[in-house]
């Protein structure tokens, strides 16, 4: 007999605070679609960021990530950092954020891409962006973001998780 291989469950996309309720960036409305996603595809994505305090453009603020990516065992596997994707500090965000070409649906809306980022209400209802590699492997993945301020300490923690078909 031929056994059917086992199917990636998909987890689907959410998120959720892991942070304390006073922090300084919180998420109000984040979207994902498609259910599971698609690479190479069309991602479409959206938000609601309120940013209570600014964040200053020579901010030191640093990222700790840690993705998983569970597969048909549905053991949960940490993917380490290479080349600066996967389970990651990223020491200077601001810095980092400068190589970044916004794109214009952002400049329009006010939304910036890099620091400085003043304090107050950032809203993109939807924005689609095609990826044209394959950049992760059919499964579901969990991630953890954490984002300090050397001055102002952890500003935002978020957990995410989502699908790749």
Not at 17 to 42: H, K, W, Y
Not at 97 to 105: F, L, M, R, Y
Request: hydrophobic letters at 35%.
């Amino acid at each position: 007999t031929v056994q059917a291989t086992p199917k990636v469950k998909d987890v689907g996309f959410s998120w959720k605070s892991c942070g304390p309720a006073d922090q300084l960036v919180e998420i109000r409305n984040l979207t994902i679609s498609p259910s599971p996603l698609f690479f190479p595809g069309p991602l479409t994505f959206g938000f609601d960021i309120l940013f209570h305090d600014s964040i200053p453009e020579d901010a030191r603020v640093s990222s700790d990530m840690l993705l998983e990516y569970s597969g048909r065992t549905g053991t949960w596997v940490k993917i380490p950092c290479i080349g600066q994707l996967g389970s990651c500090t990223y020491e200077d965000v601001c810095s980092m954020s400068q190589a970044i070409v916004c794109p214009d649906e952002l400049k329009k809306r006010g939304i910036p891409c890099t620091c400085p980022i003043a304090k107050g209400e950032y809203v993109l209802p939807s924005f689609e962006v095609d990826v044209l590699a394959s950049v992760f492997l059919s499964g579901d993945y969990r991630a953890q973001v954490t984002f300090k301020d050397s001055t102002k300490g952890q500003i935002a923690c978020y957990n995410v998780t989502f699908t790749v078909g």
